[in-house]
């Protein structure tokens, strides 16, 4: 986690000097990344963990916001949720129940399919929380390629 920390208000010793607030409360995430359906159709089996796709395929993030305390942070918490590209490009996420007809869970979520022109290689997009205050904490997968969503050459078949 990335972030400015707590906001604080400390008495240092008897001299009841108090220190400004610094930030808001943490932020903690947590998600993963699945494969999502098109206008097209699927490229395979939606909502299966996943962090290789091929160009035309739609990569879902899925996106949990916890504060200090444990609790999920919704819409009514913060001002936005955002995961960006290293190449600029931002994607705003959503706040609300999944999966479609079936709610189970409420998370963060939005999704970007692959432009045909992309390049191959690994990507190490940030998941961005502003806060109402507009402070912002950033949060990154491992810089490992396996962690990160990784662009692949070849082929898509959509299904219905």
């Known amino acids: 986690m990335h972030g400015?920390?707590?906001r604080i208000g400390v008495l240092i010793g008897g001299l009841g000097l108090a220190l400004p607030a610094i930030a808001a409360t943490p932020l903690f995430f947590e998600g993963d990344m699945v494969r999502g359906g098109t206008e097209k159709g699927m490229t395979g089996p939606v909502c299966v963990l996943a962090s290789q796709?091929?160009?035309g395929e739609s990569v879902v993030w899925r996106i949990r916001v916890r504060d200090a305390q444990g609790r999920d942070v919704d819409a009514s918490m913060v001002q936005s949720v955002?995961?960006?590209l290293p190449d600029g490009q931002?994607?705003?996420a959503r706040f609300g129940p999944h999966p479609k007809g079936k709610e189970t869970d409420k998370f963060w979520s939005t999704?970007?399919?692959v432009p045909a022109d992309y390049p191959t290689g690994a990507l190490s997009y940030t998941v961005i929380a502003k806060a109402k205050d507009g402070s912002e904490q950033t949060w990154a997968p491992f810089?490992?390629?396996m962690s990160e969503l990784t662009v692949i050459a070849g082929e898509v078949t959509y299904t219905k």
């Open 4 to 6: 400015k920390g707590l």
């Open 53 to 55: 796709f091929k160009r």
């Open 82 to 84: 955002t995961v960006k």
């Open 90 to 92: 931002t994607f705003p």
């Open 111 to 113: 999704s970007w399919i």
């Open 143 to 145: 810089k490992v390629a």
